[in-house]
T-cell receptor
Framework: ETGVTQTPRHLVMGMTNKKSLKCEQHLGHNAMYWYKQSAKKPLELMFVYSLEERVENNSVPSRFSPECPNSSHLFLHLHTLQPEDSALYLC??????????????FGNGTRLTVT | EDQVTQSPEALRLQEGESSSLNCSYTVSGLRGLFWYRQDPGKGPEFLFTLYSAGEEKEKERLKATLTKKESFLHITAPKPEDSATYLCAVRGDDMRFGAGTRLTVKP
């Protein structure tokens, strides 16, 4: 496996369900990110972890709960979501959070539909 | 506040018809400007990083340029496989993305 892998690729859940998104990076990076992508809108940064510590939380509702057990794995736990949370959720990694010349490397995302 | 604006929102070209995509930005202390390509159902794929005004990068039919206020992604003689959404991002205090330009190249 190379790059950034996200599972599942697609997820349909009811508003009362609890589910988790998983991300794994095989690039040896030390920073990981969750982004939300909605149609025709810029990517919205949700959470940043650097060296397994959360360094940014952009006013994300508490129904989204991240977890970073080590530098290769990142989870996003979901509970009691709303229909407006339906979107593509992207995981990314980089070498050095905030470093000017380090691009983000993205996974292929989880397409989430909340019914 | 840092801002990134991409134009046009959508662009349709005939195969071989060269054109440019624009990324205008305002940022306090540019630490890097990034171009990504995103295909439907996939995550963004990194293309280029530009650091300072006057810098240029090339890859196949794509060339990215940078000034103090904007970046252009020039596409020379595009092919249908160049159809994708192209995203621009700038890093100042944080990373900020534009909404993208959806490019369609017709054979």
């Amino acid at each position: 496996e190379t790059g950034v892998t996200q599972t599942p690729r697609h997820l349909v859940m009811g508003m009362t369900n609890k589910k988790s998104l998983k991300c794994e990076q095989h690039l040896g990076h030390n920073a990981m990110y969750w982004y939300k992508q909605s149609a025709k809108k810029p990517l919205e940064l949700m959470f940043v972890y650097s060296l397994e510590e959360r360094v940014e939380n952009n006013s994300v509702p508490s129904r989204f709960s991240p977890e970073c057990p080590n530098s290769s794995h990142l989870f996003l736990h979901l509970h009691t979501l709303q229909p407006e949370d339906s979107a593509l959720y992207l995981c990314a990694s980089s070498q050095g959070q905030g470093s000017g010349n380090s691009p983000l490397h993205f996974g292929n995302g989880t397409r989430l539909t909340v019914t | 506040e840092d801002q990134v604006t991409q134009s046009p929102e959508a662009l349709r070209l005939q195969e071989g018809e060269s054109s440019s995509l624009n990324c205008s930005y305002t940022v306090s202390g540019l630490r890097g400007l990034f171009w990504y390509r995103q295909d439907p159902g996939k995550g963004p794929e990194f293309l280029f990083t530009l650091y300072s005004a006057g810098e240029e990068k090339e890859k196949e039919r794509l060339k990215a340029t940078l000034t103090k206020k904007e970046s252009f992604l020039h596409i020379t003689a595009p092919k249908p496989e160049d159809s994708a959404t192209y995203l621009c991002a700038v890093r100042g205090d944080d990373m900020r993305f534009g909404a993208g330009t959806r490019l369609t190249v017709k054979p």
